[in-house]
């Protein structure tokens, strides 16, 4: 079992930057592929980051890359995302989610997530 708690939400004006934090609990962090996704009003979830259990594979849909870093700290239990250079569009409710015991790709598929966090709002003021 992994319980998942985003924090680092909030509102920022467009251009500016704002990182995203998960904190796991539970003995399956270290053993779990980490994915971000996000939701925006009327539009369904998608994809944003995956990391591979060691942090040394990562993964980013083409709307965030090369604006968006995932990384990890398997001693704190805890995923992060760094989102620079934020655009109005980026605005959602961001969700990280954690996929047990799994190797190999990393799953852009929120069905394939076994726990999720409960969300936390980015706001991007133009």
């Known amino acids: 079992q992994v319980q998942l708690v985003e924090s680092g939400g909030g509102l920022v004006q467009a251009g500016c930057s704002l990182r995203l934090s998960c904190a796991a609990s539970g003995r399956t962090f270290s053993t779990s592929m980490m994915g971000w996704f996000r939701q925006a009003p009327g539009r369904e979830r998608e994809f944003v980051a995956a990391i591979s259990q060691s942090g040394g594979v990562t993964r980013y849909s083409d709307s965030v890359k090369g604006r968006f870093t995932i990384s990890r700290d398997n001693a704190k239990n805890t995923v992060y995302l760094q989102m620079s250079s934020l655009k109005a569009e980026d605005a959602a409710v961001y969700y990280c989610?954690?996929?047990?015991?799994?190797?190999?790709?990393?799953?852009?598929?929120?069905?394939?997530?076994?726990?999720w966090g409960q969300g936390t709002q980015v706001t991007v003021s133009s």
């Open positions: 989610a954690a996929r047990s015991n799994v190797y190999g790709v990393l799953s852009q598929s929120g069905n394939e997530y076994d726990y």
